[in-house]
């Protein structure tokens, strides 16, 4: 073990800043990262053990104990529910005689929940040892199992391919793209070099004013100006870097998934032109560890640009030098947001900084950096090829182009679609076969949950501001107990625990919300979750916090008959039960569990 | 109006909240002016008499006593106060929570380093001893609270306040450092 692990470490250049590659490899190598491991990590890498504990811990998918031979991790997001994941678990269980969260005696096969993986649009899906399993019924699950085991390796369980580059030699995956519209931009047609070519033969602050011009506002969900944040970093001096927000982990959206199977060439190139007019020689691309499936086939892409010398240096001859690297995550979707993003790619917790300074003063390494989504650096090639005027003439007067939308749920056509700003979600819901609908959801859990008395509101930063994420919930849903306290789990289980009011309300309102589904809540328990969703939004640090009461907040205010029907008219009711409360200590003490009151 | 009476109980607290209110020092004379004591540590009466108008307890609830004089207090008192950080949140007692009841009693009785003699290994069960809980409980988990005073202990110018307030039905004005102690 000791020789493997010191070559790992050697490498990654024996750097601690390195240390999320280093764990990954170990945790591939062996299954798990021991106690053992930790302590020659840390020795060879000259920190603390608690340093190398720190960030393991911190990530879902590093173990103490090993994770069985094959290793699966169930998507237990609201889709995936909806498509029925319950039937898959119970098979798995079943075959394997083991429960989730456990390992089979002769460490064949462990099962776990993960939160969603990017795959909302052919649910029920799993990751088993990083292979993508999708569209999962009993059936497979038997077959798979049986595959199990034979030893089979899992690429070899499977023989049909997705379609695109999913089918290329170094993804051979079984994910489909599910592409259902293309628009003029980011999924329309494309030529490599092409955006590059023109950047360079303007000035920096020429493309910085013609992105400024085309009011491009960043795809992650925020919808911060591009131009505008581009300008505040080309202002900073030294060593800059840029960064694509790769970590896709807003359940409910796969769009850069498909961006980064079908476009990746054109998001390195967009991130080439960021690193061009910011004046940075280096990016950074964190993918989430749930694209792992991606790896080989990126790093193709990589070396293939810098073979036409698109990347590396002496850019198309202009004398441009950048080059990029990919940084993986290892599952925890605080890491989408852009300060905790940071933190990880330098081996620590994904855990926010506090701003300012803002990644644009100080990011990577402490140094000035520019991070946009994967599908704002698509866009900003297209935009610097076509002109800023082209691109305002698509969209809303305040929301300039196409927005891809992630679409799943109820509805019988999920997939992508490249939109332009402006559509409603009635005509939305007609674009993809739903009919029947009780809500939307906008913009993912930490969105808003839409009813159709609002159908007719916009998609656009002005009215209805959305990363992509759009769940269709349909009539038949228990929107409380299969949404709303799906979302508020996920929140729990992801906030990173810095913040008080995040680490205990996303907990206390999941525990609230299970009350009223078990038809335990009071009247009074409403306002308290309102009352108490506020404070975590005003007093949380990041984005998480401050967002994570919507599902409640969001469903109270707009199907509040939902929960009246649900919630007594009493003015206080206990959950306290004697009998369960003594039992326990009854037996330990051995004596009979007999209350006389 | 006839004097309101008040009772008070310690739970699952420390006494420490009780020592606070007596740290009313000489205002304590105008106490008696103002209420009338029922069952209380302090005046030592054991059970109820009466029906009362404010019952105020110290700690959450660790065993099934607690639970039933908590009880006891919600029927008997018309206004219930939790007082200190026990009652309110189970306190330290309640650091317990994350430990296996087994694991709590077997350390207590067993294995601590301060048991002395226990050879036959025998753990308390006999049919009079309140039993303990899975885990301490907050005291508004189980009944209806009205009021909370927080600290640990509160300060005693807070109780004093709080119980003159209900008293005399005038208006509770709390300046900041009765209350936060950051
Ligand atoms: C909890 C949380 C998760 C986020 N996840 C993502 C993500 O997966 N992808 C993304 O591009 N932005 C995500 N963001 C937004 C980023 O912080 C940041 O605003 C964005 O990457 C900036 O790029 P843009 O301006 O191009 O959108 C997240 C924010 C928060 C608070
Ligand atoms: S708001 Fe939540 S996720 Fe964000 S920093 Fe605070 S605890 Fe972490
Ligand atoms: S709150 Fe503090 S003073 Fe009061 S009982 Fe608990 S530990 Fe003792």
């Known amino acids: 073990m000791k020789e493997k692990i010191i070559s790992i470490i050697e490498s990654y250049g024996r750097t601690s800043g390195r240390l999320m590659d280093i764990l990954l490899s170990v945790q591939a190598e062996f299954r798990c990262v021991s106690e053992e491991a930790v302590s020659l990590i840390a020795s060879e890498l000259g920190v603390s053990e608690a340093d190398v504990n720190q960030t393991k811990t911190f990530y879902h998918f590093f173990t103490t104990k090993p994770v069985g031979k094959y290793a699966v991790y169930m998507n237990n997001s609201v889709t995936s529910v909806m498509k029925g994941m319950y039937d898959v678990v119970d098979e798995f269980e079943k075959q394997a005689g083991i429960k989730f969260g456990q390992t089979t005696p002769d460490g064949l096969l462990s099962l776990n929940y993960t939160a969603c993986i990017g795959m909302s649009d052919q649910e029920p899906a799993a990751l088993i040892n990083n292979v993508v399993f999708t569209e999962l019924t009993r059936d497979k699950v038997r077959k798979i199992y049986s595959d199990m085991r034979d030893g089979k390796p899992v690429e070899a369980m499977f023989n049909e391919f997705g379609d695109g580059n999913n089918a290329n030699q170094l993804v051979k995956t079984m994910v489909k793209n599910n592409i259902r519209r293309r628009g003029n931009v980011t999924l329309g047609e494309y030529e490599v070099g092409k955006g590059l070519t023109k950047a360079l033969s303007m000035s920096s602050q020429e493309v910085i004013d013609e992105i400024k011009n085309s009011n491009l506002r960043g795809r992650g969900g925020a919808g911060f100006p591009t131009g505008l944040k581009w300008q505040f970093c080309s202002k900073e001096t030294g060593d800059k870097y840029v960064m694509c927000n790769a970590d896709e982990g807003e359940p409910g959206t796969f769009k850069d998934r498909v961006l980064l199977t079908e476009r990746a060439h054109m998001i390195f190139e967009g991130m080439a032109v960021a690193g061009y007019a910011i004046g940075a020689k280096e990016g950074v691309l964190y993918l989430r560890h749930e694209y792992k499936y991606l790896k080989a086939f990126m790093e193709s892409v990589l070396a293939e640009l810098r073979n036409k010398n698109i990347l590396g240096n002496n850019i198309l001859g202009k004398g441009f030098n950048f080059d990029i690297r990919v940084q993986f995550g290892a599952g925890a979707y605080v890491c989408g947001e852009e300060s905790a993003l940071i933190e990880s790619s330098e081996g620590k917790r994904g855990e926010p900084r506090n701003r300012p300074p803002f990644p644009v003063q100080r990011g990577y390494n402490a140094k000035p950096t520019v991070i946009n989504n994967v599908e704002t650096f698509c866009s900003v090639v297209k935009i610097i090829e076509n002109g800023s005027a082209w691109y305002r003439g698509m969209g809303t007067e305040e929301s300039a182009g196409t927005k891809l939308l992630s679409i799943s749920g109820d509805c019988k056509m999920p997939g992508v679609y490249e939109i332009e700003w402006g559509m409603t979600i009635a005509d939305m819901l007609q674009m993809v076969g739903a009919e029947d609908v009780q809500a939307v959801q906008v913009a993912g859990p930490s969105g808003i949950c839409l009813p159709p008395s609002q159908f007719n509101r916009k998609i656009a930063i002005e009215d209805l501001p959305t990363g992509g994420s759009m769940i269709v919930i349909g009539a038949n849903r228990d929107l409380i107990k299969d949404v709303v306290l799906n979302f508020m789990e996920f929140f729990e289980d992801e906030s990173c625990g810095s913040c008080v009011t995040c680490r205990s309300f996303n907990m206390i309102l999941r525990k609230q919300v299970k009350k009223v589904v078990d038809g335990r809540g009071i009247k009074s328990d409403l306002d308290n979750m309102l009352a108490w969703g506020e404070i975590m939004r005003k007093t949380s640090r990041c984005g998480l916090g401050q967002t994570a009461s919507n599902p409640v907040s969001t469903t109270i205010k707009n199907f509040l008959d939902l929960y009246n029907a649900r919630v007594k008219d009493a003015e206080y009711q206990s959950d306290f039960d004697m009998h369960k409360a003594i039992e326990e200590s009854c037996e330990v003490v051995g004596r009979p569990a007999n209350i006389h009151e | ?182």
């Not at chain 2, 899975?134 to 600290?151: A, R, T, W």
Request: hydrophobic share 40%; proline share 7%; aromatic share 6%.
């Open chain 2, 1 to 182: 109006m006839s004097k309101p009476i008040i009772a008070t109980a310690s739970l699952a607290g420390c006494f420490g909240c009780h020592m606070s209110i007596l740290d009313i020092d000489d205002r304590i004379l105008q106490l008696i002016e103002l209420v009338e004591f029922n069952k209380s540590p302090i005046d030592d009466i054991k059970t109820f008499t009466k029906q009362c108008d404010i019952g105020i307890i110290e700690g959450g609830c660790c065993n099934s006593e607690n639970v039933h004089v908590l009880k006891d207090f919600r029927k008997n008192c018309k206004i219930l106060i939790s007082l200190g950080e026990c009652a309110i949140m189970g306190g330290l007692p309640a650091m317990r929570n994350g430990i296996p009841v087994k694991e709590c009693i077997e350390e207590a009785y067993l294995d601590g380093p301060t048991v002395g003699e226990n050879k036959e290994r025998i753990l308390p069960n006999d049919e009079e001893l309140p039993i303990i809980l899975d885990k301490v409980y907050p005291l508004h988990e189980i009944v209806k609270i009205d009021y909370y005073l927080p600290g640990c202990p509160p300060r005693a110018d807070l109780i004093w306040k709080a119980v003159v307030a209900l008293a005399t039905g005038d208006e509770l004005n709390i300046p900041y450092e009765l209350v936060k102690f950051d």
